[in-house]
């Protein structure tokens, strides 16, 4: 089997946040939101980054939407550094690159209706008549398996899993090469979750898109991502395969995660308990194994062929 292409590399990306405080507004300190992160997508892959609310996730992907400014560090897409853009709107990379994000309600423009919405990338990049926009948002909005009607409504007029479901309409509409979902089913019911990401998966299957996938939630990603980061502090903990993070997972602060996860299994109940107190052991009694004396993640280093983990250098190790 080939192996496929990268599609965009992201090279010690940077994005701090000035803090200013005083009479004359000085910058007295930074947000340290992302600090030196890595990483690879390939064109057709799932790409998942895991960690908790303020470790930097949404900052990645709005700095790669354009949206942030990289402070330092670079993204690359086909041979194109978009942190230098200069024309920016004329690239391509803006009909390319899409977002969809977590609250459904304020990203869908309220007094426009539905066709408008899911239309405006499609009046943009491409030179349709209003008929042919009117069959492509059709088209489209029977991709995430809503009637043509709805094109005539409002958003709230919607539930929050159709609602999410036009989202993704919208950001398929520039037949994008990648998305970005910044939490794309947190807000909905478990139910209603499966329903989208399926969709989701579908979609990708079917027009080949990659998909760059943000969550708290290690459980939520585990069916959509073949590769993951675990992102704390500004920084990656682990990268791996879906396989390293789930059943082989090293650093503590992915083993955290993992305990985090409910288990609705009741025969493996009491395991799960005694893992969960098991790793809270471990992270309470070897803090500097896997912080230094600041708090601050380690660089990563590799393991094995796809697993790579935050550690001290070899001459430093507790
Ligand atoms: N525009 C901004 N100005 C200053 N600080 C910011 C800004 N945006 C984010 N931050 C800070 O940067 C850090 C990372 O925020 P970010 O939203 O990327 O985290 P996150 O992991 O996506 O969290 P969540 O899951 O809650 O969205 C947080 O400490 C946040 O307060």
Known sequence: MSESKDLITIK???????????????????????????????????????????????????????????????????????TKRKNRKKHKYNKDVQMIFQDSLSSLNPRKKILDIIAEPIRNFEDFTEDQVKARVAELLNI????????????????GGQRQRIGVARAVASNPKLIIADEPVSALDLSVQAQVLN????????????????????????HMCDNLAIMHRGKFVEIGS????????QHIYTKRLLAAIPQVDVEHRDEHRAYRKQVEKEFTENQDKWYDKDGKVYDLRQISETHWVALPDAGEEK
């Open 144 to 159: 995430v398996g809503l009637e043509e009607e709805a094109m005539y409504k409002f958003p709230h007029q919607f539930s």
């Open 12 to 82: 010690d990306l940077c994005v701090h946040y000035p803090i200013r405080s005083g009479f004359f507004n000085r910058i007295t300190d930074y947000v340290y939101a992302v600090d030196g992160v890595n990483f690879t997508i390939k064109a057709g892959q799932s790409y998942g980054i895991i960690g908790e609310s303020g470790s930097g996730k949404s900052t990645i992907g709005k700095t790669i939407v354009g949206l942030e400014k990289a402070t330092h560090g670079q993204i690359i897409y086909d041979g194109y550094d978009v």
């Open 199 to 222: 969709y989701m998966k579908k979609i990708q299957k079917d027009l080949g898109i990659s998909y760059m996938f943000i969550s708290h939630d290690l459980g939520v990603v585990y």
């Open 242 to 249: 879906r396989d390293d993070i789930y059943n082989h997972p």
